[in-house]
């Protein structure tokens, strides 16, 4: 099966960073898109970043509210995706989720396109 595992979560001052990354394992066959959205208490959850065409030259996309400050990278070799939050704000206080539309082998020999959640890691900016 297909499992995401994140870290990199905490609490930091406003105009802190951290980095949160996300590791996909399991009968993976190939990776659409991967990203980050999150959720802050009483609200839904948003978009925060995402790469797509996840090959040689990925396309991001992200939210307005983190253009400038926030970055998504990853690594091919890891299945990894990394987010650098940089300028934090107390407003970014969230669950942060990693994402990924992944193609598996899960039902082998078909491939299977499904979209797959993390576990959720906590980011608490104070002000």
């Known amino acids: 099966q297909v499992q995401l595992t994140e870290s990199g979560g905490g609490l930091v001052p406003a105009g802190g960073s951290l980095l949160l990354s996300c590791a996909a394992s399991?009968?993976?066959?190939?990776?659409?898109?991967m990203g980050w959205y999150r959720q802050a208490p009483g609200k839904q959850r948003e978009l925060v970043a995402t790469?797509?065409?996840?090959?040689?030259?990925?396309?991001?996309n992200y939210a307005d509210s983190v253009k400038g400050r926030f970055t998504i990278s990853r690594d091919n070799a890891k299945n990894t995706v990394y987010l650098q939050m940089n300028g934090l704000k107390p407003e970014d206080t969230a669950v942060y989720y990693c994402y990924a539309r992944l193609i598996t082998y899960n039902n082998y020999p078909a491939l299977d396109e499904t979209d797959y959640w993390g576990q959720g890691t906590q980011v608490t900016v104070s002000s």
């Open positions: 399991g009968n993976i066959f190939g990776i659409n898109i």
């Open positions: 790469m797509s065409s996840y090959g040689s030259d990925g396309k991001t």
